[in-house]
């Protein structure tokens, strides 16, 4: 249930309201579409010679539903191959696949010789697979919590692919969200490890506005009230709630507000592990953003290009992340490696909050794969000192099932009280 809030900002417009997304992209950006065709036909194009230059024409299906995104880049790709492509859905649109029942709406055709389709159709279905997923998780995140009454803003995060944030990016907008900070020079935001290497969250954010200037928001990244207001006095024009319970952000945000009433301007962002399971939780018109990287880490849409001698498709495998470490803390775990038993069954990891995150050596070492696994004992336990040295894996899985250790590594843990 949403609290109402006069001092909430204004209920924002959809970016694409105004004028065209793709009027946002820099000049520079169709040499990204360079490096991705050299990248995938660095050398020969060995297809191609079979195949040769006849004239074809291609028809762009896309194969479950959701919001169409990544036009610009689909057309840049193709027009670097001297193809030509006619869209017949229009970016933002909302495709359903349901409504001829046969699952597949055309969404484009295009044309040009035949090894130059081959050698766009993989980079240009995965660009628009990736951009089109973006769009409609963050326009189906976004539908929800505006349901629920929230009237702030819903916003993506920097935890995007590298080399692929542009992309990204254009898809949270399309999908009618915010995209936060583009990268570390477009806003300045100080967590735990610039706060403990600074000393405190007061010198922190005086260094940080001494060279921001008055052109650059500064904001902090909070674990309690206390330190919120720490920033506030300090000058953050931003404090973020990090992992805070619903219930918790709820009662620090209205205490944060009543404090500060006539004080002070500042903003009021809600990050950690919201998705759209549980982001109804959350939601308070006292807060003024919530941020999410759920909507631009989950699937892509499906689609494929058919062509008169048959039909090519694509399908994304997912990459899921065993155990994942958050700076010098543990942030969240996907799934956890039994201690003994079958190696790829899931268990619930202990509450983000708990002191009991500690992951000791599982046996797992780079280039294992799963029916090859006899993880060590796991234990959680409570840490004595503030931070260790603790042996983590990142797994390559499908379906939540283990397949390959990708990389094995030591970090760095603190421990969250």
């Known amino acids: 249930m949403s609290t ?25 950006w169709p040499t990204l579409v360079t490096t991705w065709l050299a990248e995938d036909t660095p050398s020969f194009d060995y297809g191609g010679f079979v195949v040769g230059s006849a004239p074809r024409t291609a028809q762009l299906l896309c194969k479950s539903p959701g919001v169409l995104a990544g036009v610009p880049f689909v057309d840049e790709i193709f027009k670097q191959l001297d193809c030509t492509v006619e869209w ?3 970016e933002g649109d909302y495709v359903d696949t349901s409504k001829d029942g046969k699952g597949k709406v055309k969404v484009a ?4 010789p035949t090894r130059k389709l081959l050698l766009g159709e993989r980079v240009a279905l995965n660009t628009l697979a990736r951009c089109s997923g973006v769009a409609t998780k963050a326009r189906r995140m976004l539908d929800l919590v505006r349901e629920n009454g929230y009237r702030g803003v819903l916003a993506g995060t920097r935890k995007t692919t590298p080399g692929f944030r542009l992309v990204e990016k254009y898809g949270m907008l399309v999908g009618g969200i915010d995209g936060h900070r583009h990268d570390l020079s477009s806003m300045i935001m ?11 969250i007061t010198a922190a954010v005086k260094a940080a506005k001494s060279v921001g200037g008055f052109a650059l928001k500064v904001e902090v990244e909070c674990q309690s009230e206390e330190e919120a207001d720490e920033a506030i006095e300090a ?37 950690g592990g919201l998705t759209e399971e549980n982001v109804k939780g959350y939601i308070c018109n006292d807060i003024d953003i919530i941020s999410t990287s759920s909507v631009h880490q989950g699937d892509p849409a499906e689609h494929h290009m058919s062509k008169e001698d ?3 498709t694509w399908k994304p495998e997912e990459l899921r992340i065993i155990f994942r470490a ?12 039994q201690a003994s038993g079958d190696a790829s069954d899931p268990i619930q990891a202990p509450d983000q909050r708990s002191r009991e995150h500690g992951v000791l ?3 797992l070492r780079e280039g294992d794969r799963g029916e090859d696994w006899s993880p060590g004992k796991i234990e959680s336990r409570e840490a004595e000192d503030q931070s260790e040295r603790h042996r983590l894996a990142i797994v390559e899985t499908s379906m939540w099932r283990p397949v390959r250790v990708v990389d094995v590594g030591l970090v760095e843990i603190g421990y969250v009280g």
């Open 109 to 112: 055709t295009v044309k040009g």
């Open 190 to 200: 100080l967590k735990d490890n610039h706060i403990w290497a600074k000393g405190s």
């Open 88 to 90: 017949h859905a229009k």
């Open 4 to 28: 109402s809030n006069d001092s909430a900002i204004p209920f924002p417009i959809e970016a694409s309201h105004h004028g065209s997304l793709s009027d946002l992209l820099p000049s520079h």
């Open 310 to 312: 048959g039909a090519l």
């Open 361 to 363: 050596d599982h046996g």
């Open 235 to 271: 000058g953050a024009d931003v404090v973020m709630l990090d992992n805070f319970t619903g219930e918790g952000i709820k009662v620090a945000a209205r205490s944060l507000r009543d404090r500060w009433k006539g004080k002070r301007e500042f903003l009021i962002e809600s990050s």
């Open 326 to 337: 958050k700076e010098l803390r543990v942030e969240k775990f996907c799934s956890w490696v």
